[in-house]
């Protein structure tokens, strides 16, 4: 089971960027998949989730309107399109994947390795 992100990288505040995540080994019929965040000195926070089998996505309420999950079953992708980025919003993504869900990280079980995502001001 791997996941493989990409597509982070340096942003002015209000710009857009997509991150990508490359799933192997797991189907999005079986796995919740989401992404996580980590800001410098601060703990890992959830930013959003798709479960399975509904498709339904749930978002952290500071990304609320601004960020929207994706996947490509055929590519066996999700994607994560951030819009209007903050300076607040520079954190090391992590796509991350799990049976039970993703919306507490007690339930994922694969991570990927993080992309880092910086927004200046």
Excluded: H
């Amino acid at each position: 089971l791997q996941l493989v992100e990409s597509g982070g990288g340096l942003v002015q505040a209000g710009g857009s960027l997509r991150l990508s995540c490359v799933a192997s080994g797991l189907s999005f019929d079986d796995y919740a998949i989401g992404w996580f965040r980590q800001a410098p000195g601060k703990e890992r926070e959830g930013v959003s989730c798709i479960s399975s089998p509904d498709g339904s996505a749930a978002y952290a309420d500071s990304v609320k309107g601004r960020f929207t999950s994706s996947t490509d079953s055929a590519k066996n992708t999700v994607y994560l399109q951030m819009n209007s980025l903050k300076p607040e919003d520079t954190a090391v993504y992590y796509c991350a994947a799990g049976l039970l869900g993703c919306r507490d990280q007690r339930f994922v079980e694969v991570w990927g390795q993080g992309t880092l995502v910086t927004v200046s001001s």
